[in-house]
């Protein structure tokens, strides 16, 4: 996984040079807030590369569930920094386009850095997209759908390039409008999605896992299923209503059955926790 990062980090540290350059040459505001754009995805995985490391290490006593939430942390500072990397740039397109000031050269050599930058993050987002979901890794995953926004970003500051070139000077500080829009909307899903995992949101619907008991011979119910995730893999206690007058080995025996068919239907349990109860026992709490 991290030959996969280090690969990324490097084609975005190019791409956000190019258009860096550019941007300075040209004084193209919608092309700089790109270069921000993309120099993000590249902070990104640095950040990706410091938290792998962490989230690999082996469960300890004071982590018991292992490290793996550290890589859900990394993946959701990814939404607060493309956040905060927006506000000066939407504070600048805004003046820009309140005084009419436009970008101060226009060439080619802006349509050429911008169409390969492009070719670039397309094939970038589809070998991370993919590769994070082999590996299983949130974070390659979150950062597959920041670099793929580049995407219509590019395609935006194209357009917002040729409008200037052909006299509509609002284009340039429009454009990069447009790229901060698509900006705080991926900074709102990533955050979205990775925070749901923090506060411990059900990884497993409870109903789906009480169908799932009930389909094994001997298992009467279940109550107090709570499940949750730890980036990738998820955790699941439940309490089994088995028959009073069973066998402890049989019950036990049951039990094992439960967990062997809550595996086969979720694959990404890593872990259950099963507490046997006689049927007909009052049921405490949740």
């Not at 411990?200 to 995730?229: F, K, T």
């Not at 694959?267 to 709490?285: A, K, N, R, S």
Request: charged share 15%.
């Amino acid at each position: 996984m991290h030959r996969v990062i280090l690969r990324i980090l490097w084609l975005n540290l190019m791409v956000a040079a190019a258009k860096g350059a550019y941007a300075l040459w040209s004084g193209s505001l919608a092309v700089a807030s790109d270069a921000v754009h993309s120099l993000l995805d590249a902070a990104s995985n640095v950040v990706g590369l410091v938290a792998l490391s962490l989230a690999s290490s082996p469960p300890d006593p004071e982590h018991p569930y292992g490290h793996r939430k550290i890589e859900i942390v990394a993946a959701a500072l990814i939404g607060v920094v493309i956040a905060g990397g927006s506000l000066q740039f939407a504070w600048s397109a805004m003046d820009r386009l309140i005084h009419g000031k436009a970008m101060t050269r226009f060439a080619m050599p802006g349509i050429v850095v911008m169409g390969i930058t492009l070719v670039v993050n397309t094939l970038v987002a589809r070998y991370e997209a993919r590769r994070g979901r082999e590996l299983g890794s949130p974070f390659l995953v979150a950062d597959a759908a920041h670099t793929g926004s580049d995407i219509l970003v590019t395609l935006g500051v194209l357009g917002s390039l040729v409008a200037t070139r052909l006299g509509f000077t609002w284009a340039d500080p429009a454009g990069a409008l447009v790229v901060l829009a698509v900006v705080a909307r991926v900074a709102f899903r990533i955050l979205s999605q990775n925070l749901a995992v923090l506060v411990d949101r059900a990884a497993v619907e409870a109903s789906v896992v009480e169908e799932v008991v009930l389909g094994v011979p001997g298992a009467r119910g279940c109550h107090r299923v709570r499940s949750r995730s730890t980036g990738g893999v998820a955790h699941l206690d439940l309490h089994l209503l088995v028959d009073g007058e069973l066998s402890l080995n049989r019950a036990h025996g049951i039990s094992h059955d439960v967990e062997q068919a809550l595996r086969e239907r979720f694959p990404e349990l890593v872990d259950i926790t099963i507490h046997v109860e006689p049927e007909g026992e009052p049921v405490e709490g949740l």
